[in-house]
């Protein structure tokens, strides 16, 4: 164990922590923005990765995937949030969207279990099958008044869960079940000397792209209006509504951001993670470790969090390989313990 | 309003006929129910906690988890427990459960609301990373493959033998934990889920009274942790994953929280539909996550609360069903 092996798993460590910091750092701004805690939080990371490998493979082109794919995967995050996690609004749009849901899948359960019973499971009879399906589940659900999620944190997390397995297996009917990776330009998978370590171009890059991110997520909360009422948002939601701040609004746009950061982490992280099956719930409880290190709702702590929990995981793996996970969560709980707003976070 | 000796009696009808009726449907069923009966034990526990209690606790596979470690480790390492000694292994793992929760109990319980959430989250991190990695006990990823189930006489390899004893484990453990609720101990805990600060100037130590139930709901998790790994005759880290302790979440919450039989009826649709829609078709976790959007959504109050929703709707207050929806501490 002689500096270079410091030197190489430092540098692992932080450059992990920069993808930690992506998919953490907008965990972290929609508890602080919406007190929600969004356990689907890991399916965009996972979308976001499939995605930018669709955009690959039908235009060739790397860097065209990371905005189409962080974009997409806001716009999923945003629908969301705008039909399940609000309350107010949109009721005949979200009815129909779960009556839609429900219905197909009583269609294809159906064709499934007694194809005899609509004369075989041609795509005519599935189609029948599912309209009437959806207008029958319409006419059901639209009877009985939603109880809106709100603050409870408890609701929260099963909704957000329910919807972490529906991302999860519509994943795998899109994309399938097997380990993808992300080839990022030739140019990247070089790698750089300095004094006398061989430094993965890649890794460099992702650091760096962690860096810009940060700057820019700190430029936007510091110095526009935008952030400024985010800030009044996350320290009091209802006094900010008092003084004439749209926190419906905020709260838009923080989800998308949210989204949106998790899923160019899936892209950025893909190259190097591979994008499978179950990597969702493999980061869901990394990124919450970042959140809950650095304190929820915090920039600053996203930042801290995910450079302390990319560093333990390294030097966990590499130094004691058999406790590795133990010493990543076991530091976790001893701040909450100690702490339990997190290093950063404010009550 | 029905009364509740009527309640209790028609619980005690249903298991009766559930017990006399299972192992008449061939070992399918048989099979399904045993697994569904051991991991009811684990979400009755989640109930004692989320429903009597108000504490929604995101780390109850980990007394599940060491339950069934235990089991596997001394069965395929030590052979014991496979005969007589079962019932020390019992004993063992619900002690386990118990010593485990009253050392995590002492981080948590001090942390409230999503704070308990959180910490809990990360209690349950700890013992799935060391099932996961610990290969030299645990197996690491590939877990731990059982022979057979234990014999003392009474074969337990026989699976509808099996099935009697998973039911009195299943039985007592519901017994037991609805004495418990009706105790003077357990008015207490609803206290502390109603209204904390309220009991702390009655002057009760709520604090202590969090602390034991949460072992308590710890011992219950080691107990199903035993059954399950020996039900299955496999643990992996699978079982200590977080989906296995939101899954005991949801089972509670779909059944209805704070009535016990609620957390066994939702543990048994959520394993009715994944085995029966798993045969069917690939896609059946679209129901699974159906199932937790639609709980959620339009039923705060799980199955059980369905006649008092139904109530209210026809006395025409229906925004009065959010304020009974379950309410974390």
Redesign the interface.
Known sequence: MNTQFWVVQAFNGVSYGALLFLIGSGLSLIFGVM?I?N?SHGAYFLWGGYIALSVINFTGSWALSLPVAALAVALIGLAMERL?LRSEGLTVLRTGT?AL??GV?IA??IS??WPHLIGGAHWIQLTVLGAIATLAMYGL?SR??????DT????Q???T??????F???A??IWGGNNMDINPPPAFTQSIVVGGVYLPLYRVFMIAMAVAIGIALWLVMEKTRMGAAVRATVDDAQMARGVGIDTNKVSMFIFALGAFLAALGGVIGGAFLGIYPGLD?EM??LA??VV?IGGMGSLGGAAIGALAVGLADNFGKALF??????T???P???I??IK??GLFGRE | MISQNVKILIVAVCLLAFAYIVPQSGSFVVLLATRAMAFAILAMSVDLL?GFTGM?S?GQAAYFGVGAYLTAVLATKFHFGMGWDFWLVVVMGILLGCALASLFG???I??G???F???T???G??V???A?????LTGGDNGINMSGRPNFGLDLGNEVTFFYLVFAFFAVSLIALFVLVRSTFGRSLAGIRERELRMQILGYNTWLHKYIAFIIAGGFGGLAGVLWAHTNGHVSPETV???TS?DS??MV?LGGAGTLVGAAIGTAIVFGLREF?ST??P?W??????????????L?MGLMGIPSRFRQRTQGK?EG??KL????S
């Open positions: 007190r805690v356990l399940f779960i849901g429900v899948l294809l359960a499934a279990k659900f009985i008044s939603i109880v809106p999620v409870d944190v408890l609701r997390v099963l909704l869960v329910g919807f972490a397995f529906l999860q297996q519509a795998l009917d719930f869901l409880p919450f470790a809950i390989p058999e406790v590795s996970y133990f990543l969560y076991a976790m709980v001893l909450l313990a339990p707003t | 989320l929604s995101m002492l981080f948590a001090r942390a609301g999503v704070y959430l959180m910490i989250l990360a209690l991190q700890c799935w990373g060391l996961y990695r610990w290969n030299s994953v977080l989906t939101v979440l949801l919450v829609l069917l078709v896609w976790q679209y129901a699974l996550g159906g199932v937790y959007v639609l709980t959620i959504l339009y705060p229906d069903a959010k929806a379950t309410k974390p």
